[in-house]
């Protein structure tokens, strides 16, 4: 009989213990062995894989090549950088579903693919280049086409700027209702906060979605997919969409959900002129409070507050608001906010970073006049 060392014995327990379990209880993560199994998932998938059989490393030319009937899932950025994170991202995601239904990610850019950037290290099973076009009903519909030809399941865009706009339109194309700001998704189910960021919200995996940025892994398996580009035929754009050519909008009516500068006037502002050109000369976007636009001085859809628009500009230049608790609502997102008020005690001067006691009627031609702006004398 051979002799049992019992503090050996228990030593090789323990370890095996701690090596199969964390600290916290749970069973530890293996990402060797992960990727492994991943790498023999696809092999056992794709029957069109060329990997030496033998091979312990893929060597760097190897490539994961898929038949052309699988299952798409197609990603659309409309970056001019040639490897833009968020780019990577929305490939990592896509692939984490591709991996579950055993299909691909064909890559949509518009305007710019860099000949000498190997779409194929970052994730792109296929991709295909559209022209930069300024209409984006007319890209929506180009996109429309390339979901069509793939017969894709999925497409994902970024959730922000021209890619988020995009995005809606493609989805009002294809009469679908698009999920946004995912930031948990897997082939089934998808996942976003509700406005405000509070609640939690989960739903089927719909064909549109657009994703929130940091919170997806870029795609990672040591190994390049093929990154063929595929041409496709586009048709003009359909009759009743017409390209207009760049149209240059002042910052001052941009969107208020959008502006990263505002300029906002309460009922101390009288001097309207002097409002309008204050905010031009900052390069702001007008805003105004609910007694303002009540007053018909605004159109309503610049009214900031809990009735209005929740904004989340960085600034928040504030002329002659007193800070009632429904204003205040809207701006709370605000990184900072300036304050221009004859009342020192204003609710509006408590919340400002900032505060000028002073007359918003002088304190507004100065500014301009300090941006460089004009001022009627
Ligand atoms: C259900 C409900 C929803 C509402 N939703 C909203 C909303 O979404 N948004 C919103 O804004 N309001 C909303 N309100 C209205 C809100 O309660 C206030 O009445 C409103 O915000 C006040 O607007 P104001 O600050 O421009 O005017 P006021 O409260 O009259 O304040 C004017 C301010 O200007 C200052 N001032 C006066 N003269 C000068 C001067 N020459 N120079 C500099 N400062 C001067 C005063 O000291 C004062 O602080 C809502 C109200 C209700 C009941």
């Known amino acids: 009989m051979p002799r049992i060392d019992p503090r050996r014995h228990e030593a090789d327990h323990r370890d095996d213990a701690v090596e199969r379990f ?3 209880g749970l069973p530890r993560r293996d990402p060797h062995k992960e ?39 197609i990603v659309v950025s409309l970056s001019e950088e040639p490897w833009p994170d ?18 691909g990610v064909v890559l949509v850019r518009v305007g710019f693919l860099d000949p000498a950037t190997d779409l194929g290290q970052i ?44 995005a809606r339109r493609t989805a009002i194309l294809l009469g679908e209702r698009p999920a946004t700001s995912l930031h ?21 995996l719909p064909k549109v979605a657009t994703l929130a940025s940091g919170r997806f892994d870029a795609y990672e398996s040591g190994i390049a997919r093929e990154g063929r580009r595929i041409e496709i035929e586009l048709n003009a754009p359909a009759p009743g969409v017409r390209d207009l050519g760049v149209v240059i909008t002042s910052q001052a009516d941009a969107p208020l959900n959008e502006a990263r500068f505002i300029v906002s006037a309460g009922d101390g502002v009288t001097d309207w002129e002097a409002f309008r050109g204050v905010t031009e000369a900052l390069g702001g976007t007008i805003a105004g409070s609910r007694q303002v636009v009540d007053a018909g001085h605004l159109p309503r859809h610049r ?23 429904q204003h205040l609502q809207g701006v709370q997102r605000c990184r900072h906010v300036i304050a221009v008020n004859t009342d020192l005690h204003a609710a509006m001067v408590k919340r400002a970073d900032l505060a000028i006691i002073a007359d918003a009627q002088q304190v507004m031609p100065a500014l301009t ?9």
């Open 184 to 204: 948990l998704l897997s082939s089934e189910r998808a996942t976003f906060q509700e406005a405000g960021g509070r609640t939690e919200v989960s739903r089927p």
């Open 86 to 103: 968020a780019e990577r991202e929305l490939l990592g995601a896509a692939h984490t579903v591709a991996d579950e239904i055993g299909g």
């Open 303 to 325: 009214q900031v507050g809990a009735s209005g628009t929740l904004v989340e500009a960085r600034c928040y230049l504030a002329f002659g608001i007193s800070g009632a608790p």
């Open 369 to 377: 006049r300090l941006a460089g702006g004009h001022v009627d004398a």
């Open 35 to 73: 990727k492994n199994q991943r790498l023999r998932r696809e092999l056992r998938t794709h029957s069109a894989i060329r990997i030496g059989q033998n091979a312990r490393r893929p060597a760097a030319a190897q490539r994961i090549v898929l038949a052309d009937d699988v299952s798409w899932i």
């Open 22 to 24: 964390g600290a916290d």
């Open 123 to 166: 994730g792109a099973d296929r991709t295909v280049l559209l022209p930069l076009m300024t209409d984006p009903n007319a890209l929506a519909a180009h996109v429309a086409a390339v979901i069509e030809r793939f017969k894709a399941c999925h497409v994902f865009f970024g959730e922000g700027g021209a890619d988020a706009d995009v």
